[in-house]
Each structure stands twice: as structure tokens, then as C-alpha cells.
């Protein structure tokens, strides 16, 4: 069962975004069917670091269509990127050190992190441009 559906609240109306937060969302339901299975902390954090790859070249994706479109709410939802990273960045971080991973919370982190950011940044930005 996947732990995201994509809804469309998700969508900004930019095909190339769309796409990419299409793709982000089967990142996560990857993630979340391999810690399901009790998958080896350092295939966790590989998945990890994929997703937090992905994630940081999509916000630069969004940030330029922001800046070139004088997007008003662009350091706000800047910021929230930045804490969005810094966050994958610590459960990442965390796991590594612990050697462990509790696989409810991670999912719950991952499906609350990208659904809220899709459901207010978001769809702010969707409404804006």
C-alpha cells in the first residue's frame, strides 16, 4: 500500500513540477515499502540520500519559476525548503548514528513533510501562478 496518493491539491499547474512531485511521491512510497519490510539500515539511508538528492534539485526547479515569476511569497517558501532538507538531513543523520530506524515514525515524517509542503507552499504557489 502505497503511503502516498497523489491528489490533485498536489498540483502547481507547471508540468514539469507536477512531474517531479509525481516522482518524489513513488521516492517515498519506494521508502516506505522498503522499511515496511524491514529493509537494512544502510539500504534506508541510501533511499534517503536519493530522496533528499531529488528533493534538493526540485526546489531549485520551483525557485527559479518563483524568481522569475516576482512569486511574493518566495522567501517564505524558500525557508521552508531549507527546513525541509535540514530536517531529511537530520532523520538521515540519526539513523546512520543509531544504527536503527523506527519505520512508523520515518513514514509518518515523510508523508506529513512532503503532504503538508504540497497542501500549503504549494498550493499557494499553484493559486499565484
Request: charged share 30%; no cysteine.
Amino acid at each position: 500500500m502505497s503511503l502516498i496518493q497523489w491528489k490533485n491539491e498536489f498540483s502547481v499547474g507547471n508540468a514539469s513540477v507536477d512531474h517531479e512531485h509525481r516522482e518524489l511521491i513513488a521516492l517515498i512510497n519506494e521508502l516506505h515499502a522498503s522499511v515496511s519490510r524491514g529493509s537494512e539500515q544502510d539500504l534506508v539511508v541510501e533511499a534517503l540520500g536519493e530522496i533528499y538528492a531529488q528533493v534538493a534539485a526540485h526546489f531549485a526547479l520551483e525557485e527559479k519559476i518563483m524568481r522569475d515569476a516576482n512569486y511574493d511569497h518566495f522567501g517564505l517558501h524558500k525557508a521552508d525548503h531549507e527546513a525541509l532538507l535540514d530536517t531529511l538531513a537530520d532523520v538521515m543523520d540519526a539513523i546512520e548514528n543509531e544504527g536503527r530506524y523506527d519505520e512508523r515514525s520515518l513514514s509518518a515524517k515523510m508523508e506529513h513533510w512532503f503532504s503538508e509542503h504540497f497542501r500549503t507552499h504549494d498550493a499557494r504557489l499553484h493559486r499565484r501562478l
